[in-house]
Every structure is written in structure tokens, then in C-alpha cells.
């Protein structure tokens, strides 16, 4: 049985900073493109980064030079480092595991606000 779990998110002031980290368990996960997307109130899902099974990484524009994502093939994590945290970057944060199969956690909700 495939899991995804989130965990790490909550409430942060603008320019703050928070990390999420995604522990999977079921899959070869040093073989998978592991991701983080995110879904605002009303708004679709969104990739917001990715990491490749050799570590390349891609970002949304919007979150380029803020966020920062990891991955540790031995330990099946992959984390999302977050800085100068922006109102709109209040979602909830999914993990997503994506090979031939494509596997989501339950997400974590991320506020930034005063």
C-alpha cells in the first residue's frame, strides 16, 4: 500500500519561514519525481516544485529563490523549504509521487498571515 504523509504545515507570518516534509513508505521512491503541488481556496491545483531521481529541480516562478526542495533516497522523504513566506502562498500543500503511477498525500495547510 502506497503512502504519502505530510507533515510541517500551519500558520506563519508574511516573511516568515516553514518547512514540509512528505515520508512515503510503499514505493521505490529513489525511482519516482517526487513534488510539491498546492491548492488555494478557488483556485486549481498548482505544481509548485519538483525533484527528479537524480535530484534536478524545477519551481513555479512564483516561488523561485523562496522555496527549496529536497529529497533523501535513503530516508524516502522529500521536503519543501519555505522562506519569505507571501499571503499568497496560503494552501494546502499535497505531496505527489509520479512514475508510471501517480500517488498524492492528503495535504497539509500552509496559512500566511498575520
Known amino acids: 500500500q502506497v503512502q504519502l504523509v505530510e507533515s510541517g504545515g500551519g500558520l506563519v507570518q508574511p516573511g516568515g519561514s516553514l518547512g514540509l516534509s512528505c515520508a512515503a513508505s510503499g514505493i521505490s521512491f529513489h525511482r519516482y519525481v517526487m513534488g510539491w503541488y498546492r491548492q488555494a481556496p478557488g483556485k486549481q491545483r498548482e505544481l509548485v516544485a519538483s525533484?527528479?531521481?537524480?535530484?534536478?529541480?524545477n519551481y513555479a516562478d512564483s516561488v523561485k529563490g523562496r522555496f527549496t526542495i529536497s529529497r533523501d533516497n535513503a530516508k524516502k522523504t522529500v521536503t519543501l523549504q519555505m522562506n519569505s513566506l507571501k499571503p499568497d502562498d496560503t494552501a494546502v500543500y499535497y505531496c505527489?509521487?509520479?512514475?508510471?503511477?501517480?500517488?498524492w498525500g492528503q495535504g497539509t495547510l500552509v496559512t500566511v498571515s498575520e
Open positions: 505527489n509521487a509520479r512514475l508510471w503511477s501517480v500517488y
Open positions: 525533484i527528479t531521481s537524480g535530484g534536478s529541480s
